[in-house]
Nanobody, 113 residues
Framework: QVQLVESGGGLVQAGGSLRLSCAAS????????MGWYRQAPGKQRELVAR???????DYGDSVKGRFTISRDNAKNTVYLQMNSLKPEDTAVYYC???????WGQGTQVTVSS
C-alpha cells in the first residue's frame, strides 16, 4: 500500500502562486508514477501534471507554461508549483500514485478574481 498526503492548498488572488506538496509513504519502492489531478464542482477529474519514475513529465493543456511538477526523492515528495493562477484553476487538487491506484484526500485551491 501507498499513502499520500497533500498539503499547500488555500485561497489566493488571480495572478498569484501556490505550491502543493504530496508526501508518499508505505511501499515507496513500488511507485512508478505520481501526479496531480483536479476536480471542479460539476466537472470531471482532469490531469494537471504527472511525473514518472524515469522522469517523464506530462501537463494538462490548460496549465502548460504556468504549473511545474517536481519531486524530491529523498523526501518521497512531489510538488506542484502553480503560478499565474486563474479563477478557473479553482478545484480540489488530488495527488495520485501508480496511474490512479492510490489517491490522496485532496486539497482545496480557490482563486479569487
Amino acid at each position: 500500500q501507498v499513502q499520500l498526503v497533500e498539503s499547500g492548498g488555500g485561497l489566493v488572488q488571480a495572478g498569484g502562486s501556490l505550491r502543493l506538496s504530496c508526501a508518499a509513504s508505505g511501499r515507496i519502492f513500488s511507485i512508478t508514477e505520481m501526479g496531480w489531478y483536479r476536480q471542479a464542482p460539476g466537472k470531471q477529474r482532469e490531469l494537471v501534471a504527472r511525473i514518472t519514475r524515469g522522469g517523464s513529465i506530462d501537463y494538462g493543456d490548460s496549465v502548460k507554461g504556468r504549473f511545474t511538477i517536481s519531486r524530491d526523492n529523498a523526501k518521497n515528495t512531489v510538488y506542484l508549483q502553480m503560478n499565474s493562477l486563474k479563477p478557473e484553476d479553482t478545484a480540489v487538487y488530488y495527488c495520485d500514485a501508480n496511474w490512479g491506484d492510490y489517491w490522496g484526500q485532496g486539497t482545496q485551491v480557490t482563486v479569487s478574481s
